[in-house]
């Protein structure tokens, strides 16, 4: 079965440290995607990055990085010198036979000021 | 263009009233979802559609739950019999052709039954 986790429920750090959103999930598929997505306190889901299975790149867009290794079923996400806008609820998703997303928990980041 | 955009944004009705959900996803998106995501918990799926077509309506919970789509664009989630478990954000997401793509998320509508 298809399966997300995020053992990470909430973390809070400082402005400007570093932090690292866990992801591991679990498929039977060989061909599968996973994705990132961020929840602000205004609700709406936004798309952060979609990663292949094919391609284990680690991807770096400005301050957000994604460390995907499939030896250990995780795709975990890093933002670097974390800013209070940051602060919102993070989920990983993995592509279910191309029928719809399986979500994990999501983790709530604090950053504080 | 436009996002996904769902109506209402808030909707608060009574234990075993009949309620409508809309949603109007990214003009040319062919494939449409809907989730339902209840407090401190991630998305679940519900129902997904390519065109006008339920391609898979296994997350529906029971047969209170309806949705259609009928013209291949706007798509309506209907509660029948409203329960107060059905409390919760209902969201709606669409892709361009529904393979592994990404989906991009409306609002959502959040439902409280009293």
């Known amino acids: 079965a298809q399966k997300v986790t995020q053992a990470q429920t909430e973390i809070s750090v400082v402005e400007k440290e570093d932090v690292t959103l866990d992801c591991v999930y679990e498929?039977?598929?060989?061909?599968?995607?996973l994705f990132w997505y961020k929840q602000p306190p205004s609700g709406e889901l936004v798309f952060l990055i979609r990663?292949?299975?094919?391609?284990?790149q680690n991807e770096i867009s400005g301050r957000y990085s994604w460390n995907f290794q499939k030896s250990t079923s995780s795709f975990n996400f890093t933002i670097t010198a974390s800013q209070v806008v940051d602060s919102a609820v993070y989920f990983c998703?993995?592509?279910?036979?191309?029928?719809?997303?399986?979500f994990g928990p999501g983790t709530r980041l604090s950053v504080l000021p | 263009g436009a996002g996904v955009s769902q109506t209402p944004s808030n909707k608060v009705t009574e234990k075993g009233k009949y309620v409508e959900l809309r949603c109007d996803p990214i003009?040319?998106?062919?494939?449409l979802y809907w989730y339902r995501q209840s407090l401190g918990q991630g998305p679940e799926f519900l129902i997904y559609?390519?065109?006008?077509?339920?391609?898979?309506d296994s997350g529906l919970p029971n047969d209170r739950f309806f949705a259609v789509r009928p013209e291949g664009s706007v798509s309506t989630l209907k509660i029948q019999r409203t329960e107060r478990g059905d409390s919760a954000v209902y969201l709606c997401?669409?892709?361009?052709?529904?393979?592994?793509?990404?989906?991009?998320f409306g609002p959502g509508t959040r439902l409280l039954v009293l």
């Open positions: 997401a669409s892709s361009l052709s529904g393979n592994q793509e990404t989906q991009y």
């Open positions: 498929t039977r598929d060989t061909t599968y995607y």
């Open positions: 990663r292949n299975s094919f391609d284990e």
């Open positions: 998703a993995l592509d279910n036979y191309g029928q719809n997303f399986v």
């Open positions: 003009s040319g998106h062919t494939a």
């Open positions: 559609f390519q065109g006008t077509g339920a391609a898979d």
